[in-house]
């Protein structure tokens, strides 16, 4: 008879093996077009410098997780009230995510089965408001987000939206705006929030017009959700009635959303928007590399690491604006920031984006505040150190990506397309060089 700890010791060598087995089986044999794509997304991760600020590189431990089985479960409901059976290990998977969000954000109430931040978003609109209801957020072109009344979204169409904006002056909130805005509008909800915005948002003035007027106040903080749990950028858990998020961004989880609250009446209201209002059974293998995540930003590790984040955007910024180029604001208190090309002549950001991805670096094109051009277009750039700074990039490292990414641009913008060749493959190899110094995976 074995003792209990050879069975748990064979128990735990099974595993090992089905899991090593499992992510190194047989994809390339039964599918090799997927395969091959997958194979090839992992090269471009590996060698290229990823700046976009709402990505992230996960650990193995989050990626085992998110492939694990639970894939293959239903589990619709909540902990203890599930509308099928063989939910016991479903449980115990969400009430740890559960447990761990409630103390990374010391918050009392948590939903960590929202697909995505526009879910979220999606499900406290359904709890609180009726169609055509009045809500102000910011624009997408000041830097806020589509969910947040853009009018070709749900929020836009089935509600009333007013938008605030920055004062193009600074480039930073106009918060006076935003109160004459919401005298004028009466909205039912005010959100804040940012996709674009770099700097510090002050809540409790939005707590305070929303006071004035008797709304209710939603954040979104999707993008610093990592730094609010590193205690590194303002927390509106106690001063917001709703905050949603992202696990992706800089808090460096899995693809999904979350919803929190210190009101238990709207946490009753939340948890029926989101089932039975707006979803089915939720994605017990994304909430399992959800724990994971949590599990990792609870580690005094994290709160080193987001500092890294924070410091590593500085010394981008300022690189870049020490070769000429204009960054919105003057800089950054976080992890992203956008940069003006429209002193780089006839260069939009929609060309920027792919004259620098041939570079070897990646980014996303971004309105700039009084945009002239399209947003397909734009006039600038975001870029974002949360990837970078989860490779093990340091400021030496974001020194050398700013003066890669202005060779490429003043090049660009004084040779053109084809005068930039050159530089494009130089910096290349050095992206190549430096990425096999900090490789992932």
């Known amino acids: 008879m074995q003792s209990s700890n050879s069975s748990s010791n064979s128990l735990h060598n099974f595993l090992h093996n089905f899991l090593h087995n499992f992510f190194h089986g047989d994809l390339s044999n039964c599918d090799s077009q997927i395969f091959a794509s997958i194979s090839s997304e992992l090269s471009r991760q590996q060698q290229q410098i990823e700046l976009i600020a709402s990505e992230n590189i996960v650990s193995k431990a989050v990626l085992q997780a998110q492939g694990s089985v639970f894939t293959n479960k239903y589990a619709e409901g909540y ?27 010391k918050v009392k109430y948590v939903n960590v089965q929202p697909h995505s931040g526009a879910s979220a978003n999606l499900a406290v609109y359904l709890a609180l408001l009726q169609p055509k209801d009045t809500i102000m957020g910011m624009s997408l072109a000041a830097g806020g987000h589509l969910t947040h009344g853009a009018l070709r979204t749900i929020s836009g169409m089935w509600l009333n939206p007013v938008q605030y904006g920055i004062d193009t002056t600074t480039g930073l909130i106009d918060y006076n705006q935003v109160r004459e805005l919401a005298k004028q509008h009466r909205p039912k909800l005010i959100i804040a929030g940012i996709s674009s915005y770099p700097r510090i948002v002050d809540w409790q003035k939005f707590r305070d017009i929303a006071d004035e007027i008797g709304a209710m106040f939603m954040v979104d903080m999707a993008h610093i959700a990592g730094l609010v749990a590193a205690g590194l950028y303002p927390s509106p858990i106690d001063i917001a009635d709703i905050v949603t998020s992202t696990t992706h961004k800089t808090l460096r989880g899995p693809r999904g959303g979350i919803i929190m609250t210190n009101n238990e009446e709207l946490a009753k209201k939340i948890n029926s928007a989101v089932f039975p209002g707006l979803q089915g059974g939720p994605l017990m293998h994304v909430i399992a590399a959800k724990a994971v995540a949590f599990g990792e930003a609870l580690q005094p590790s994290f709160v080193d690491y987001s500092k890294k984040i924070i410091e590593n955007a500085d010394i981008l910024a300022k690189t870049l604006i020490s070769r000429g180029l204009n960054i919105v604001t003057g800089g950054t208190d976080c992890h992203l920031m956008v940069a003006d090309l429209t002193t780089l002549a006839n260069v939009t950001g929609k060309d920027a984006e792919h004259i620098l991805e041939s570079a070897g670096l990646t980014c996303n094109k971004n309105a700039i505040p009084n945009d002239p051009r399209s947003p397909f277009v734009t006039s600038g750039l975001r870029f974002g150190t949360a990837a970078g700074t989860t490779r093990g990039f340091g400021k030496n490292e974001f020194t050398l990506i700013g003066n890669y990414i202005a060779d490429v641009l003043q090049e660009f913008a004084n040779k053109g397309l084809e005068g930039s060749k050159n530089i494009c493959e130089q910096v290349k190899q050095k992206v190549q060089d430096l990425c096999k110094n900090f490789p992932i995976y």
């Open 79 to 105: 902990p203890g009230k599930r509308y099928y059976g063989g939910c016991e290990f479903s449980d115990q998977i969400e009430s740890l995510a559960i447990s761990r969000l409630c103390q990374l954000f």
